[in-house]
């Protein structure tokens, strides 16, 4: 089993940078892909980004490109979003999650955190 602790989210004005932190914990040796998904309201669940051990970054939506970076410190079992120049429509719940080597599906989930931007 693999715990996963996010932190970092908030309220911030359009334009503005948030860094979202992801501690894992438990069984560590799962943490071959950590990622980032996000939920607007009343919109599906999709894909941001992830970071695989080797640092190979996959992106999921084009519209962060640019804008949104993501680092893992692997000694710390941590993954990083930073967030900038951030826009309303980025307003969701992030998740992270992790999956196992040769595994499709992600196998363990965060409880989310909320961030909201003011246009």
């Known amino acids: 089993q693999v715990q996963l602790v996010e932190s970092g989210g908030g309220l911030v004005q359009a334009g503005g940078s948030l860094r979202l932190s992801c501690a894992a914990s438990?069984?560590?040796?799962?943490?071959?892909?950590m990622g980032w998904f996000r939920q607007a309201p009343g919109k599906d669940r999709k894909f941001v980004v992830a970071?695989?051990?080797?640092?190979?970054?996959?992106y999921g939506l084009d519209s962060v490109k640019g804008r949104f970076t993501i680092s893992r410190d692997n000694a710390e079992n941590t993954v990083y979003l930073q967030m900038n120049s951030l826009k309303f429509e980025d307003t969701a719940v992030y998740y992270c999650?992790?999956?196992?080597?040769?595994?499709?599906?992600?196998?363990?989930w965060g409880q989310g955190t909320q961030v909201t931007v003011s246009s």
């Open positions: 970071m695989n051990k080797n640092g190979e970054i996959t």
């Open positions: 999650a992790v999956r196992d080597q040769g595994r499709i599906s992600y196998d363990y």
């Open positions: 438990g069984r560590t040796s799962s943490l071959h892909v």
